[in-house]
Nanobody
Framework: QVQLVESGGGLVQAGGSLRLSCAAS????????MGWFRQAPGKEREFVAS????????DYTDSVKGRFTISRDNAKNTVYLQMMALKPEDTAVYYC????????????????WGQGTQVTVSS
């Protein structure tokens, strides 16, 4: 049973920063790729970022490049999403995602999901 628990969401003004954390209860966490997705009201869930098992291969959706940073601490079974220069359009529920592979090949490879954490950016 894989459990992913997000934390760190909240309300922030435009231009501000937040750091999301995702704690995973999973054996051999360090061998699997992880990711972050988000879903805004009335929209489909979209890919935000992914990181491979070792942290040396990272991918971002274009809209967050240069502002968001995904990272992981395998010793703590945790993946992070540092979000800077936040914009109102970043407002969404953010979901942590887990896979069963070390190298992810596209968003479809994620099969485990957290419950989500709300991020609201005011203008």
């Amino acid at each position: 049973q894989v459990q992913l628990v997000e934390s760190g969401g909240g309300l922030v003004q435009a231009g501000g920063s937040l750091r999301l954390s995702c704690a995973a209860s999973r054996r051999s966490f360090g061998t699997y790729a992880m990711g972050w997705f988000r879903q805004a009201p009335g929209k489909e869930r979209e890919f935000v970022a992914s990181i491979n098992w070792s942290g040396n291969e990272i991918d971002y959706t274009d809209s967050v490049k240069g502002r968001f940073t995904i990272s992981r601490d395998n010793a703590k079974n945790t993946v992070y999403l540092q979000m800077m220069a936040l914009k109102p359009e970043d407002t969404a529920v953010y979901y942590c995602a887990g896979s069963n592979v070390g190298q992810i090949d596209g968003p479809a490879g994620f099969v485990y999901w957290g419950q989500g954490t709300q991020v609201t950016v005011s203008s």
